[in-house]
């Protein structure tokens, strides 16, 4: 496996390469990124994971300055998986002068967007900047963070990126926890409560699955008992798994969303669902 | 000479080639046009020009839907000059779905920017289309655009994007005023006065390189001559080089900008000046 910090170290790397997986990272890796390199693999061309804490996509106030730098031992996972290349840039590699040109996404009021201004801004910026500096034939991204994923996607079709994206489901702790970077800024206690919120989309989610179909009071109750328990809530929402908006009478398909926080660790999660489609009259 | 309109068409003609040398048109060319292609046949390797009037460039009131669409004529100019791929793409090619995603540029609300509200995001937007569509090794832009060319060079750096710029100089009639597809629109009248925009600049670059520094009162005394003249003027600004703001007095490299209308037509134009540098005292 091979260590470069700059995109000219890259591209000698990547000299006679047409076809690489590219595997966007902050870092402090978990069997989450792992898996995400594991899905690389199966396009059958040389893996980069990039390891890169990028500052345009977090807010003042939020955890950039102590969000974990564990690049040695992430070296080490990633080796260990047989990833071929890790680039790891620095900021003034990938900010050399200021970034006065972004990515301006659709759904910037909704959901995360209306809690972290800028956020999607500054992923999909740092993406599109990964991919030109990459030129990956394939990414890979976690469910996990869904709008997200949901974003790139988008952005991916409306700027003619001929790049295939991959996607991976949410890998899960024991008790059903989604493994997250930020879960080791949890307590012992708010480990123990953090499962809380996956139960709640899992309890909305089945709901809708059995015919329910009063979005709000299923939000609202749900939401209630994250609070009864000492969870701050942002959201908690049923969407359109076409849209990411509020579902219509047409949509079928959605997906269950949340992001709460546990002292000052926020969480975010979420599950597809959809009405059982009724049985077919023929066989 | 190949003429594609589709992306699949584009990637077909190009299989094979891994340099091609861009030159984005909205068609109606002119010999300025002409000269960009020559400028890009200089690279070495097959040329392509693409021919997309592109609504997301145009504002409520301007002239999208009586800008000249001359397919014919344009292809048989670009032939004649020996042009190698035309890429014409219609409106559902470039955009099958609606463009929520937007490059946001900055300087929007300077120079063409504060009278063109989105101008500029539709530009840089469409370009950076063009770009992962035909993925050219080079890209050609002529001067006279002169904010377009500066935020174009911006964007190409900041997005990472693996393409060389190449720019042409203004071509201009043998009254020096600037080649432009809406020259088409103006009277015989407008047509004789047309050429005193180019003189106004031309006089504030003068006075400029020859040691005046009060910007703001050629500006003033520049903008009335043309307003005595009929002329309704959106701005006539000296501006840095290398920030195209108002110059600081650092900035000893200067470009003299104005937009202005005769009648219904808009026409751009611009100048670069800057200080004689003192003799240098040893030879």
Redesign the interface.
């Known amino acids: 496996m091979r260590l470069v910090h700059s ?1 000219a170290e890259l591209r000698q790397a990547l000299a006679g390469e047409d076809r690489t997986a590219l595997v966007p990272t902050m870092g402090n890796l978990h069997a989450g990124h792992i898996a995400l390199v594991e899905r690389a693999q199966t396009a059958g061309c040389p893996v980069v994971a990039s390891i890169f804490v990028n500052p345009l996509q977090f807010g003042p106030g939020e955890d950039l300055q102590h969000y974990p730098r564990t690049l040695a031992a992430d070296c080490a996972q990633l080796e260990n998986a047989g990833c071929d290349i890790v680039f790891a840039p620095d900021v003034t590699e990938v900010y050399p ?1 200021p ?8 759904l910037a009021d909704e959901l995360c967007g209306a809690f972290r201004p800028g956020h999607f ?1 500054g992923v ?1 910026t740092v993406v ?2 990964l991919f ?2 990459v ?1 990956p034939r394939y990414a890979v991204f976690g469910k996990k963070d869904y709008q997200q994923l949901f974003l790139l996607k ?2 991916t ?6 790049i295939e994206l991959l996607e991976c489901e949410t890998l899960r702790a024991e008790d059903d926890l989604a493994l997250s970077s930020r879960n080791g800024y949890l307590s012992s206690a708010e480990r123990a409560e953090a499962p809380r919120l996956y139960a709640e989309l899992k309890r909305v989610a089945d709901a809708l699955r059995s015919g329910t179909s009063n979005f709000a009071e299923l939000e609202a109750a749900s939401t209630d008992r994250l609070k009864q328990h000492g969870w701050q809530v942002d959201y908690l929402s049923v969407r359109s798994r076409n849209t990411l908006l509020p579902p219509t009478a047409a949509d079928q398909e959605w997906v269950v969303l949340a992001a709460a926080r546990l002292g000052a660790t926020r969480l975010i999660d979420n599950i597809e669902t959809g009405r059982a489609t009724a049985q077919k009259p023929w066989p």
Chains 1, 2 share one sequence.
Not at 99 to 106: A, H, I, M, S
Not at 157 to 162: A, I, V
């Open positions: 995109v002068e970034q006065t040109f972004q990515v301006q996404p659709p801004a999909c599109l900047k030109e500096m030129r988008a952005m079709r409306q700027f003619n990126l001929d």
